[in-house]
């Protein structure tokens, strides 16, 4: 059975920091590295949005305008596990945070993922 499952996410003031992880489970992952990850996030009343990216192979980043400067993306394909690390939090981060696993190369489109964990909480609070 194929599982994202995110972890790490909660209540956090302005200007704190959370780190959320993914753990990718299943044979579809038994080559971690072919995937590309990807954390969106979904607010209430908004779409589900880009966050950031790796790539399996060379571990290359892109990253949303809002987060950049702030989040940092990484993975240990060894453990079959990605991470966020949230810095410097603003209450417009509050969202629902998803994990998400393509072949290939980073892309910002949701519907290119074929994978998608049941998503974890993060609330800033102002």
């Known amino acids: 059975q194929v599982q994202l499952v995110e972890s790490g996410g909660g209540l956090v003031q302005a200007g704190g920091s959370l780190r959320l992880s993914c753990a990718a489970s299943?044979?579809?992952?038994?080559?971690?590295?072919?995937?590309?990850m990807a954390w969106f996030r979904q607010a209430p009343g908004k779409e589900r949005e880009f966050v950031t990216g790796?790539?399996?192979?060379?571990?290359?980043?892109n990253s949303a305008g809002p987060v950049k400067g702030r989040f940092t993306i990484s993975r240990d394909n060894a453990k079959n596990t990605v991470y966020l690390q949230m810095n410097s939090l603003e209450p417009e981060d509050t969202a629902v945070y998803y994990c998400a696993a393509k072949l290939g190369a980073v892309g910002a489109a949701r519907w290119n993922y074929i994978y998608w964990g049941q998503g974890t909480q993060v609330t800033v609070s102002s």
């Open positions: 790796i790539s399996g192979s060379d571990y290359s980043t």
């Open positions: 299943g044979r579809t992952f038994s080559t971690f590295s072919r995937y590309a």
